[in-house]
């Protein structure tokens, strides 16, 4: 399987050399001058290239740029930069003259129509790719205050961020009524988020490494294998556009007594050429544990984080450039009793040590503006030390765990390697371009994960071979058609998987977009993250195990959407509506099945009958006279399986998916009437939802029997105001902002207490009213 992986992507490597670039035009001094100005102030370092060629340049730190030697004829040259709308314009060239381009350039503060890579993997403008793709940017996340990634992912629609543990507060992301196992979370386009690191992974990853979230909801995204049934969420890190650096310190207060201490810094360089640059950030957080209900038992863990990552690019020539990326992550997390001493003293608690190194290389070679080669290789390694255990009653009993008591060990190892060609075909079939897309990769992912006290042991290789092929097809200025098919041939499923896939375009005018998406994926029968964490439930632990005869899960996807976007001189407004309907065939599903030799719950994930999730997501969006922008979303589905699954023993089965609302939602409304002045209000809606709750009799903190809880429905309010001064003495600026998150205190109040609680009786926001406040000095 390695030999032909290789094989193939150095037969697409030679392939793409071997191509011929087009006969070299004659030149004549024909020259371009200009400058790009926004609001009065010269710009520096913004794009500037010649359409349908290989010319291009960028500004100099005055806002200036000159392009000389150029082809004679009429062609458009365009200004672009992130942040900013894109400007066109015609000019025409001819032999010994200069020409004088000026642009002004308009910001782009709501981003209607940014860049993408995600629905096709190539770069497609947001109204011209057949798929949806959402953005969640930088500046977005400044807004709502989030400090990691999973902080920030509910502000998107059709997600929802869940917190699974009382304990350690591992979480998992929802996408359309889905649960994490069907998300696939890239870096970077890349596959490294493991199973193990899906555990604890978004709250590690801090925001000041990311450029933009992009976001594929639905079967859509099959082209990424395994897992993509759901959607795709795809972590794009910074990469240096000028020479800057920026310091945040944001500390909180949580609840009463609680501290979270937070301090980043980012430092991006350029050459004097801007052929290579690197961006890179650290980060350190502090956070106590935080006990909701005085029982001594933390609801929110202490966390103390140190990562660090840089992000990096070199443009060998006009035609070949490098980018590599690699980060470094320590975390240390403790939940339980807040006792002083090691883990095991405590009458119950979880405690992880993690060390998990990331990076990944990439190598693009464009011969021609219609051919590009991309190889890439990416990896992940996480040592992780951990403990999970419930001190015993009897004095024998606690002896014999003291001598031995329950630590862990885990190591998990991830790496992919891949090739990918795309070519542009113009006039294809006698109408419009098509760019065809071939690819192939190998993944491969080594997980071991023991804690000999429980005989509990997860070791597992997984190996998948994928190739794809995507023809995306602009028939006309109004049509696109995007078909593809992925192959994949995993170690655990017998046979080969094919994945097609079809979505349509139709723009009947510049302000809409119209889409219709039919899509099959599929999972395989291997352990993912939540089968790795082992749980506390009627006062013992609870394990997942896998059932022998597991087969692979099966997908169907469609979805229909409308997209709006109409601006003005001074205001832009729009909306999307979309209906999803997925059905799953041998769905997996867990169901309680006894216990061990030592009175351990168990559960097994098994496949059941058929499930399905259908629903609809409405966004709206708006920006008024450049000072007021309003951005909201809200999902409305339904989830269930064919048949009842046995969640307890003790109660009969349920067809609803459990910990699934059948209505969420955000808004983010963001007031600037100055540079200098900001002010955000933020809110998230969680919906009532089922969630099972074990009961241990007659235990004073805990319920007696199982219960499948109808939980309230919530909403959690944030607020944020920042204020900017200028030091123009050193060319920097120096922001002061503060706010309060959960203003209301919308939290959960009804936890279990002592060391026999049910830590997966957890629900709603994260955390409890927590007020915050910063300083951050940028240039």
């Known amino acids: 399987m390695k030999f032909s992986t290789f094989t193939v992507i150095f037969s697409l490597f030679f392939l793409c050399f071997s191509i011929n670039t087009f006969a070299q035009e004659e030149h004549s001094d024909a020259v371009i001058i200009g400058h790009v100005v926004s609001k009065g102030q010269h710009i520096p370092f913004v794009n500037i290239y010649i359409e349908d060629t290989n010319y291009g340049t960028t500004t100099d730190v005055t806002g200036h740029y000159m392009m000389v030697d150029l082809p004679v004829g009429e062609f458009t040259i365009v200004a672009k930069m992130i942040g900013y709308k894109e400007s066109k314009k015609q000019v025409v060239l001819k032999a010994g003259e200069t020409v004088e381009v000026k642009f002004d350039l308009e910001e782009d503060i709501i981003h209607m129509d940014e860049v993408v890579i995600t629905g096709t993997k190539t770069f497609k403008r947001q109204t011209e790719s057949a798929v949806i793709v959402n953005v969640l940017d930088a500046k977005t996340i400044e807004k709502v205050a989030a400090q990691t990634i999973s902080e920030s992912l509910s502000f998107q629609p059709g997600l929802r961020m869940e917190t699974d543990c009382q304990t350690c507060n591992y979480t998992q992301l929802r996408m359309n009524g889905l649960g994490g196992a069907y998300s696939q979370i890239l870096i970077n386009g890349r596959s490294v988020f493991s199973p193990l690191t899906g555990l604890y992974g978004l709250e590690q990853l801090p925001t000041e490494m990311v450029e933009r979230i992009e976001v594929v909801r639905g079967g859509a995204s099959a082209l990424y294998g395994s897992s993509a049934i759901g959607g795709t969420v795809n972590i794009i890190t910074k990469l240096p556009q000028r020479n800057s650096y920026e310091v945040t310190s944001n500390n909180s207060i949580i609840g009463s007594d609680a501290l979270d201490y937070n301090v980043s810094a980012t ?5 004097q050429k801007r052929n290579a640059g690197m961006s890179m950030y650290a980060f350190h957080r502090q956070r106590d544990a935080f006990d909701a209900n005085g029982d001594n038992f933390s609801e929110l863990p202490e966390i103390k984080n140190n990562s660090f990552g840089i992000n990096s690019f070199f443009q060998i020539d006009e035609d070949q450039k490098i980018e590599a990326n690699f980060s470094s992550t320590y975390e240390y997390r403790y939940g339980g009793e807040m006792i002083d001493g090691p883990a095991y003293q405590a009458k119950q608690s979880e405690e992880r040590t993690h060390n998990v190194l990331m990076g990944g290389i990439d190598y693009t070679y464009n011969p021609t503006m219609r051919t590009s080669l991309v ?22 009993e606690l002896q014999d765990y003291n001598n031995a008591p329950p630590y862990g060990d885990s190591k998990n190892s991830t790496y992919q390697l891949g090739a990918q060609l795309n070519h542009a075909i113009n006039d294809f079939i006698g109408a419009g371009t098509n760019i065809l897309t071939f690819g192939t990769e190998f993944i491969y992912d ?14 597992q290789q997984t190996k998948n071979f994928g190739a794809f092929i995507q023809s995306d097809w602009s028939i006309s200025q109004k049509t696109t058609l995007l078909a593809g098919v992925r192959a994949d041939k995993h170690n655990f499923v017998d046979k080969l998987v094919l994945n097609p896939r079809i979505s349509l375009l139709l723009k009947p005018d ?7 998406s039919w899509s099959t994926g599929f999972r395989a029968p ?20 896998l059932a022998d005869d597991l087969e692979e899960e099966r997908s169907q996807s469609i979805s229909a959407s409308l997209n709006w976007d109409k601006p003005s001189e001074k205001h832009i407004v729009g909306f999307t509506l979309e209906g999803f309907y997925t059905q799953l065939k041998d769905a997996f599903v867990l169901e309680e099945v006894g216990t061990d030799d030592a009175g351990n719950s168990l559960m097994e994930k098994s496949n059941g009958g058929k499930s399905q999730v259908y629903g609809a997501t409405f966004e709206a969006r708006a920006k008024f006279n450049r000072t007021l922008q309003i951005e909201g979303g809200i999902t409305v589905q339904r989830s269930e399986y064919g048949d009842a699954v046995s969640w307890s023993e003790e109660l009969p ?3 609803k998916y459990l910990r699934t609302p059948e209505t969420y939602g955000y808004y983010t409304l963001t007031w600037t009437p100055t540079n200098r002045f900001s002010a955000s209000l933020s809110g998230v809606y969680t919906g009532t939802m089922l969630v099972p709750h074990y009961g241990l009799a007659d235990d004073a903190g805990t319920i007696d029997q199982d219960v499948l809880f109808d939980s309230p429905s919530f909403m959690e309010t944030n607020v944020k105001v920042g204020y900017t001064f200028e030091l123009k003495r050193i060319d920097s600026s120096i922001e002061i902002f503060g706010g309060v998150s959960n203003l209301f205190d919308n939290y959960q109040d009804d936890f279990d207490k002592g060391k026999n609680r049910d830590s997966g009786y957890v629900y ?3 955390k409890p009213r927590s007020v915050f406040f910063g300083i951050k000095l940028f240039n």
Not at 446 to 459: A, G, M, W
Not at 527 to 545: K, L, P, S
């Open 653 to 655: 089965g349920e067809k």
């Open 510 to 516: 510049s302000y809409t977009q119209m889409r219709l």
């Open 267 to 271: 430092l991006t360089a350029l050459s």
């Open 764 to 766: 709603g926001p994260a």
């Open 526 to 545: 291997q352990a993912f993250d939540a089968d790795m964490h082992i749980a506390f439930a009627g006062g013992g632990i609870q394990t997942i195990e």
């Open 375 to 396: 190889l890439y290789s990416a990896g992940q390694y996480t040592q992780r030390d951990h403990f999970t255990g419930i001190a015993p009653d009897g004095d024998q």
């Open 446 to 459: 080594d997980v071991f994960d023991e804690i000999t006290t429980y005989d509990y042991l997860i070791d």
